[in-house]
């Protein structure tokens, strides 16, 4: 089973709890990609990921690319 957590609020302390909360389940994977080519990598790996669940958090606020190619890193 996949999960996506989705932030559509600004950075608050909350946001930073519901972080905290999901990094503490036992077995679960947590991925929060820095932008888009980030996001498809994580996509990749929470897709490849069998060993149990997985769950990709976003941010609303726009950033810049840190990378504009796909890695297999």
């Not at 990921?49 to 890695?71: D, K, N, W, Y």
């Amino acid at each position: 089973m996949k999960a996506v957590f989705l932030d559509y609020e600004t950075v608050s302390a909350g946001d930073l709890d519901s972080g905290r909360l999901l990094r503490a389940i036992p077995g679960l994977v947590v991925l929060r990609p820095a932008d888009a080519v980030e996001a498809a990598e994580c996509w990749q790996i929470a897709m490849n990921h069998r060993t149990g669940p997985c769950a990709l958090m976003f941010a609303r606020q726009p950033l810049e690319a840190v990378r504009i190619h796909i890695s297999d890193e």
